[in-house]
């Protein structure tokens, strides 16, 4: 068995929970913030037995998408008084960054 930490885009998040949700599968959602960021994205915990893996992966990247974001990296430290403009920086988020972890079961008590 394997517990499966995906960590998604806001966007997509929706529908992947209700895709997955219809084929059957258990989903935790939990609200979480990207380091890089400071923005919030969604981390979904999901327990399945192991020949369910690749069909769940298929789901997840059907449901998530690439975003292109800029970021304002702040400004170097002006000397002699000149000023440079921060240029933003283009950053690809997504579609899903995707953990797979061993685990000897699900115990409901
Ligand atoms: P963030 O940390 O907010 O990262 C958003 C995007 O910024 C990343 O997209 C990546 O394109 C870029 N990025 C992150 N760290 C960077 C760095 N040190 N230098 C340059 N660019 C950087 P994704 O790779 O698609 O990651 C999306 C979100 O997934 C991340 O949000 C974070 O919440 C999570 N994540 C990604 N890799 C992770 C890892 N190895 N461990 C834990 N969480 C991870």
Known sequence: ??????????QDAGE??????AQGHR???ISSEGGFLREGNVTLLIAVDDPAIE?????????CYTRTRYVSPLPPVAESGEFYPPVPVEVQVGGATVFVVNTSGVTRL
Do not use: D, S
């Not at 069909?55 to 449901?63: A, F, G, N, V, W």
């Open 1 to 10: 068995m394997k517990l499966v930490i995906a960590v998604v885009q806001h």
């Open 16 to 21: 992947l929970v209700e895709a997955l949700t």
């Open 27 to 29: 989903v935790t959602r």
């Open 55 to 63: 069909p769940l992966l298929k789901t997840i990247r059907e449901h």
